[in-house]
């Protein structure tokens, strides 16, 4: 297939943007999808001297209001270029018609290991999985550090009580993106909105902090990029400690279909994370059961809207395959363990 044809670009039309950024490359550039992202499409560039840049547009098809806005993750990741927090510089972005129907952002690639394969994941030495593990609650602590003010973010979302606003949008994407009758998720949504934790502080939050949103070393197995700022809002940082957990499953679960990465010998338990980044970030943990569980309701809410995309416009399938019922049903089970452990 010709690049002018790649699935969700005009090849030609992104290389004369090209020229108008002041990026130096050598045409034709090549475009190539990449990555197992279910949501936002990503392509690899290529120039003829072997240079490489990292394309992001949202999904094909019908979308959910708010869902998949890239012009809204170029803003958070420029601010964030200051910062302690590792992230890819944003060189360009354009919603100009005459080069896409949707939003473009161009970043720079950052070279290192994407755990994001099976495969990958057991290439890696028992030594290399401990670091890369350890290397993520203190990467996490890092975006929680963040000044609001000094970088310009304080106005990203609403201040209002984290939960509720996660309640009530992963509620409603439940309702328009569903696929069946779940009554174990609703059963767990009233759960979660009879216990809501006390709000304490208010800090920026990934949304999406996982394994395979990350850039590793090749050397040290420490991140070197955080990706995929498309659920980035302010909230409560358990928020997103909670949810790395829900993503972290143990030797023996099932919630991750079949990338159980974390299972491996090597991999810190998650009981290991929360104490690396107690360490890191001095926070007090004790509503944390609370955001792991929602974690899990989150990322059930998500698989069902993924599956209900791939029907709607099987095109936006990712490498990785579609979300089962069968997995999503045993991410709200394990929801409910974790509920029933924290007393909720």
């Known amino acids: 297939m010709s690049d002018a044809y790649i699935v969700g670009i005009d090849a030609g039309a992104v290389s004369r943007w090209f020229a108008t950024l002041g990026v130096d ?18 392509y690899l ?3 003829q001297d072997g240079r490489r840049w990292v394309l992001r547009r949202p999904p094909l098809g019908h979308l959910l209001a708010s869902a998949h806005d890239v012009a809204r993750e170029a803003r958070i990741l420029s601010a964030l270029e200051r910062t302690a927090v590792p992230t890819p510089r944003v060189l360009g972005l354009t919603d100009d018609p005459a080069v896409t129907d949707v939003p473009l952002l161009l970043m720079e690639f950052v070279d290192g290991q994407v755990v994001d394969r099976m495969s990958i994941a057991r290439s890696l030495t028992p030594e290399r999985r401990r670091a890369i593990g350890m290397s993520l609650p203190r990467t996490l602590a890092k975006i929680h550090a963040v000044d609001l003010e000094a970088t310009g973010l304080t106005g990203l979302a609403g201040h209002k009580p984290y939960a509720q606003r996660q309640l009530k949008r992963w509620s409603a994407q439940w309702e328009k993106s569903r696929t069946r009758e779940l009554p ?11 216990a809501v934790p006390e709000q304490r502080e208010l800090t ?23 990706l995929d700022w498309e659920l980035s809002t302010l909230g409560d940082p358990l928020a997103d400690l909670g949810s790395l957990l829900a993503y972290w499953p143990a ?69 990785s395959g579609t979300p089962t019922a069968e997995r999503i049903d045993a991410l709200v089970a394990k929801a409910h363990e974790v509920a029933d452990t924290a007393g909720i």
Request: aromatic letters at 8%; one cysteine or more.
């Open 25 to 42: 490359f050598a045409g034709p550039l090549a475009f190539e999808r990449i990555g197992l992202g279910q949501s936002n499409l990503t």
């Open 45 to 47: 560039v290529k120039d």
């Open 184 to 194: 174990a998720l609703e059963d767990l949504t009233r759960r979660l909105g009879a």
């Open 204 to 226: 920026l939050v990934h949304g999406d902090f996982h394994l395979r949103n990350l850039i590793t070393c090749y050397d040290s197995g420490e991140v070197t990029a955080v």
């Open 251 to 319: 030797k023996g679960e099932d919630t991750m279909g079949d990338f159980v990465a974390t299972a491996l010998d090597g991999f810190p338990a998650r009981e290991e994370l929360v104490a690396a980044y107690s360490a890191a970030s001095g926070r007090d943990l004790t509503a944390l059961g609370y955001w792991h569980a929602m974690g899990l309701w989150k990322i059930a809410i998500i698989g069902e809207g993924v599956m209900r995309r791939a029907m709607d416009e099987p095109r936006n399938k990712a490498a």
